[in-house]
Nanobody
Framework: QVQLVESGGGLVQPGGSLRLSCTVSGTIFGIYMAWYRQAPGKQRELVARITTDRSTKYLDSVKGRFTISRDNVPGAVYLQMDSLKPEDTAVYYC????????WGQGTQVTVSS
């Protein structure tokens, strides 16, 4: 019954910004929420995570550029992405951390000239 629906992706120029949103319905196990991403031919990687009291941690390569935030009621998690680089191109997913549930469809982020 858990549903994770990501939105906000798109095509953006290098140096641009996007704000991703994830609506959460049903039961999410654990107290952390996170954003993950997966580029073609690469493994999914953790981008950022946030606790219920809004403590955050980030993948080193996005630190200072990305900001994760959340609303606990209703459940939602956001990722503000600034100073985007081509290497940020990937499908972005939200999920629990560290024990993930079923994955949503994700939202495509493409950073290109």
């Amino acid at each position: 019954q858990v549903q994770l629906v990501e939105s906000g992706g798109g095509l953006v120029q290098p140096g641009g910004s996007l704000r991703l949103s994830c609506t959460v319905s049903g039961t999410i196990f654990g107290i952390y929420m996170a954003w993950y991403r997966q580029a073609p031919g690469k493994q999914r990687e953790l981008v950022a995570r946030i606790t219920t009291d809004r403590s955050t941690k980030y993948l080193d390569s996005v630190k200072g550029r990305f900001t994760i935030s959340r609303d606990n009621v209703p459940g939602a998690v956001y990722l503000q992405m600034d100073s985007l680089k081509p290497e940020d191109t990937a499908v972005y997913y939200c999920n629990n951390y560290p024990n993930t549930c079923s994955w949503g469809q994700g939202t495509q982020v493409t950073v290109s000239s």
